[in-house]
């Protein structure tokens, strides 16, 4: 398949560049600063780094016109500065360049906070959700929210929400798949080695359109 991934150079997108690429892919790797995935080799020719930003319409149609599937591991900014209009505005400039551009299908990383631990009780609500990471998780909630709002309008997307904690470690390919909003059971953490394989996963099967998924 024809990926292009926004956010290729970070934790999380990285990630996925490396999984897709290890699967046979072609990954357009893009980011503002436009450097490669520190997880891929110079001499792998099916991922090639572009410098762009999300929030260029113009641009974005352009990158996507031939891409079988559009990823996004992109964030909310991280400056103290409040996150959430902000990154509402990065997807929708984002989605507006993928319509333009014709490709069919969005997969975007999602945020674990805004997934349910008790009926009308979200992760992000209750009162052990560490303050520091309080404020990307409403940002993460604005855009699901935003996402299903304009559903009938916007390109097909599936939004997939990590465990409440990722970070870079194995990848083992054992993963749990939540379908819809509420938490996985003791859902704890995941390597960001295996949210990129479920994530790509879902990038193949194209299973779920339209809909929040969760990894755990
Ligand atoms: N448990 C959780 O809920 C959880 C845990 C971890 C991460 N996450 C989420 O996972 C996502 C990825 O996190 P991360 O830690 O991998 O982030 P990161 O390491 O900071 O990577 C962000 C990536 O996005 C790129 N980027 C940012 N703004 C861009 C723009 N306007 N246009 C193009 N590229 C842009 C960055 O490159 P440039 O700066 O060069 O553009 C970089 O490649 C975030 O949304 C984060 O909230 C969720």
């Not at 560049?17 to 600063?33: D, I, K, P, Y």
């Not at 992000?124 to 709002?149: N, Q, S």
């Not at 960001?192 to 990038?203: G, Q």
């Amino acid at each position: 398949m024809n990926i292009v991934l926004f956010g290729a150079t970070g934790m999380v997108g990285s990630r996925i560049a490396a999984e897709a690429a290890a699967r046979g892919h072609r990954v357009t790797a893009v980011s503002r600063s436009g450097g490669l995935p520190e997880t891929v080799s110079g001499d792998d020719n099916s991922v090639v780094a572009v410098a762009a930003d999300a929030r260029d319409r113009e641009r974005v149609a352009e990158l996507v016109k031939d891409a079988d599937v559009v990823a996004a591991a992109l964030v909310p900014p991280r400056d103290g500065s409040d996150p959430r209009a902000p990154f509402v505005a990065l997807y929708t400039d984002l989605l507006a360049g993928v319509t333009a551009g014709g490709a069919p299908r969005t997969v975007i990383v999602g945020g674990a906070g805004s997934l349910r631990v008790a009926p009308g009780m979200r992760l992000v609500d209750t009162p052990d959700f560490p303050a520091m990471y309080k404020p990307e998780a409403l940002a993460h909630a604005d855009v699901l929210d935003a996402l299903r709002a304009d559903a009938a309008t916007l390109p097909m997307w599936t939004y997939i929400s990590p465990a409440p904690q990722v970070g870079p470690g194995e990848r083992t390919g054992d993963y749990r798949l939540g379908v819809g909003d509420d938490l996985l059971p003791q859902a704890g953490s995941i390597s960001a080695e295996d949210y990129a394989a479920a994530f790509v996963d879902e990038i193949e099967s194209g299973a779920h359109p339209r809909q929040r998924l969760s990894v755990a």
